[in-house]
């Protein structure tokens, strides 16, 4: 009898405790669900002045693979001018609703069968009725608005007995696809890995809000967009830095840890604006340090931030979103900056000009 009653107690435990799991894993769901309600904008809950004031994106969590950029990348491009053309920021929002945001169970058929869906149906019939859509599609927009586009490129010709980087010998070609630029420039190597996140100490306990990417002293660091240089000079943490905003003002580049000495590239200035693809500064190890031009950081390395605003509000201070750009770099590594050294001024400046129709008073060649 007492057997029996203490096999019915431990089968009433395990009851018992089967149920709570099954509750908590509930819970953890809606509480997953209710972040993303949040982070689109509230709810209907969410009504008159307050709600009208905070109408804008508060937080992202941008977990887009690379693999996921680079195919609905090769997607749009091998639908533009088509009747069908497929946006990749559209399909790659209308996925984020069927994965609930999260890229790590993404598939390359569940794209092909988005892209089967989207050019049959039409993404607005298409995405009419699901609820987060508009909030990817703003969140991954304010990450990738500036990336693809129509531009002006200018490549090498073909007369034969010339250098074919020859100022006289390069033609303008019209082109649609990648405007952004990896950050490293062209044949120099670099290592990276995900980093997004990490611990660090000086100064105070934090997060790592940024990606490291690992290089030579002086390697040329280039703008992935174009924009306006807001910040330049040193900074304790980043030594000597350099913050680019997107052109739309959705987007601010941090470049740290710049090089000893000569940290930027020739005459650059902060007000400047730099287009796609320019050289504007060199690798080194900078910063952890209030003395300007200080050495402390212990490897050469760029730091690479990318921070999103949707509101004034979010540009300093405890409401800033900054994404991990791991994702991206490798993305981005597909269309690298070719270089020149001058070796009078031992400068590096790109070899092939851009014409960016988002750079204000773009005329002529340069």
Same mark, same amino acid.
């Given at each position: 009898m007492e057997?029996?009653?203490? /096999?019915?107690?431990i089968?009433q435990v395990?009851?018992?405790?089967?149920?709570f799991l099954?509750l908590?894993?509930?819970?953890?769901?809606? @509480?997953? +669900?209710?972040?993303?309600f949040a982070?689109?904008?509230?709810g209907e809950a969410?009504?008159g002045?307050?709600?009208?004031?905070e109408?804008?994106?508060r937080?992202?969590?941008f977990?887009?693979?690379d693999?996921?950029?680079?195919?609905?990348?090769?997607y749009?491009?091998g639908?533009?001018?088509s009747e069908?053309h497929v946006?990749w920021?559209e399909?790659?929002?209308?996925?984020a609703?069927?994965?609930?945001g999260?890229f @790590?169970?993404y598939k390359?058929?569940?794209m092909?069968?988005?892209?089967? +869906?989207?050019q049959?149906? =039409?993404?607005?019939?298409?995405t009419?009725n699901? +609820?987060?859509y508009?909030y990817?599609?703003e969140?991954?927009?304010?990450?990738?608005g500036g990336m693809?586009? !129509?531009y002006?490129?200018e490549e090498?010709?073909?007369?034969?007995?010339e250098?074919e @980087?020859?100022?006289e010998?390069?033609v303008?070609k019209?082109v649609?696809g990648l405007?952004? *630029?990896?950050?490293?420039a062209?044949?120099f190597?670099?290592s990276?890995?995900?980093?997004f996140g990490?611990s660090?100490s000086?100064g105070?306990q934090?997060n790592?809000?940024g990606h490291?990417?690992?290089?030579q002293? =002086?390697?040329?660091?280039?703008?992935?967009?174009s =924009?306006?240089?807001?910040?330049l000079g040193w900074?304790?943490?980043g030594?000597w830095r350099?913050?680019i $905003?997107s052109?739309?003002?959705?987007?601010?580049y941090y470049?740290a840890h710049?090089?000893?000495d000569r940290?930027?590239?020739?005459?650059l200035?902060?007000g400047?604006i730099?287009?796609? =693809?320019?050289?504007?500064?060199y690798m080194?190890?900078?910063?952890?340090?209030t003395?300007?031009?200080?050495?402390?950081?212990?490897?050469y390395?760029l730091?690479l931030g990318?921070q999103?605003?949707? $509101?004034? /509000?979010?540009?300093?201070?405890a409401n800033?979103?900054?994404?991990?750009?791991?994702?991206l770099?490798r *993305?981005l590594a597909?269309?690298? @900056?070719?270089?020149?050294?001058?070796?009078?001024?031992?400068?590096? /400046?790109?070899?092939?000009q851009i014409r $960016?129709?988002e750079v204000?008073? !773009?005329s002529g060649?340069?």
């Amino acid at each position: 009898m007492e057997k029996r009653d203490g /096999s019915l107690r431990i089968v009433q435990v395990e009851i018992m405790l089967l149920a709570f799991l099954i509750l908590f894993g509930i819970l953890k769901w809606l @509480s997953s +669900k209710t972040s993303v309600f949040a982070a689109a904008g509230g709810g209907e809950a969410e009504t008159g002045q307050a709600a009208a004031e905070e109408d804008f994106i508060r937080w992202v969590d941008f977990n887009v693979s690379d693999e996921a950029l680079s195919q609905a990348y090769d997607y749009d491009i091998g639908t533009y001018l088509s009747e069908n053309h497929v946006n990749w920021i559209e399909l790659l929002a209308y996925l984020a609703v069927q994965y609930g945001g999260d890229f @790590s169970r993404y598939k390359a058929r569940d794209m092909a069968e988005a892209v089967e +869906k989207i050019q049959s149906q =039409g993404i607005e019939a298409l995405t009419e009725n699901l +609820k987060y859509y508009d909030y990817y599609r703003e969140a991954y927009e304010a990450v990738l608005g500036g990336m693809v586009g !129509v531009y002006e490129a200018e490549e090498a010709g073909t007369a034969s007995g010339e250098d074919e @980087s020859s100022a006289e010998n390069k033609v303008w070609k019209q082109v649609y696809g990648l405007k952004a *630029f990896s950050p490293i420039a062209k044949g120099f190597p670099y290592s990276e890995y995900d980093d997004f996140g990490a611990s660090r100490s000086y100064g105070y306990q934090r997060n790592h809000l940024g990606h490291d990417i690992l290089g030579q002293v =002086g390697t040329p660091i280039i703008a992935i967009e174009s =924009g306006t240089v807001s910040a330049l000079g040193w900074n304790q943490f980043g030594g000597w830095r350099i913050g680019i $905003d997107s052109f739309d003002g959705k987007r601010y580049y941090y470049y740290a840890h710049l090089r000893q000495d000569r940290p930027y590239a020739e005459r650059l200035e902060e007000g400047d604006i730099v287009q796609a =693809g320019d050289v504007i500064g060199y690798m080194g190890r900078t910063g952890y340090s209030t003395e300007e031009n200080t050495n402390n950081i212990d490897v050469y390395h760029l730091h690479l931030g990318l921070q999103l605003i949707f $509101d004034e /509000s979010q540009r300093e201070g405890a409401n800033e979103i900054w994404i991990d750009v791991y994702p991206l770099t490798r *993305f981005l590594a597909r269309h690298a @900056s070719e270089t020149v050294r001058n070796d009078r001024t031992k400068e590096w /400046s790109r070899r092939y000009q851009i014409r $960016d129709p988002e750079v204000p008073h !773009v005329s002529g060649e340069e």
